[in-house]
């Protein structure tokens, strides 16, 4: 059984910065891709960045040079830098796997920024 939990949200101040974490626990295919994606109320849930297991990244055009998403397969680790955050990244953020195209969700971390 896959589980993803998300930690690291919060309350931070436009311009600010945060560092997102998913743990993974249960095993699965060593071929996937790891992501971060958010969602506000009334809109659809958005891809923010995604890390394949050979490391190759894709982020968002409103998050480029902003985010860095990485991953620690050693520890089952999903990370997400974010920094020079804006009032418009307030939103609640899920991390997700996807392998043999199956998607595995956590339950998501509010992080809200300030103006």
């Known amino acids: 059984q896959v589980q993803l939990v998300e930690s690291g949200g919060g309350l931070v101040q436009a311009g600010g910065s945060l560092r997102l974490s998913c743990a993974r626990s249960?095993?699965?295919?060593?071929?996937?891709?790891m992501g971060w994606y958010r969602q506000t109320p009334g809109k659809q849930r958005e891809l923010v960045a995604t890390?394949?297991?050979?490391?190759?990244?894709n982020y968002a055009g409103s998050v480029k040079g902003r985010f860095t998403i990485s991953r620690d397969s050693a520890k089952n680790m999903l990370y997400l830098q974010m920094n020079s955050l804006k009032d418009e990244d307030t939103a609640v953020y899920y991390c997700?796997?996807?392998?043999?195209?199956?998607?595995?969700w956590g339950q998501g971390t509010q992080v809200t920024v300030s103006s």
């Open positions: 890390i394949t297991s050979g490391g190759s990244t």
């Open positions: 249960g095993s699965i295919f060593s071929i996937n891709i």
């Open positions: 997700n796997l996807r392998v043999l195209s199956h998607d595995y």
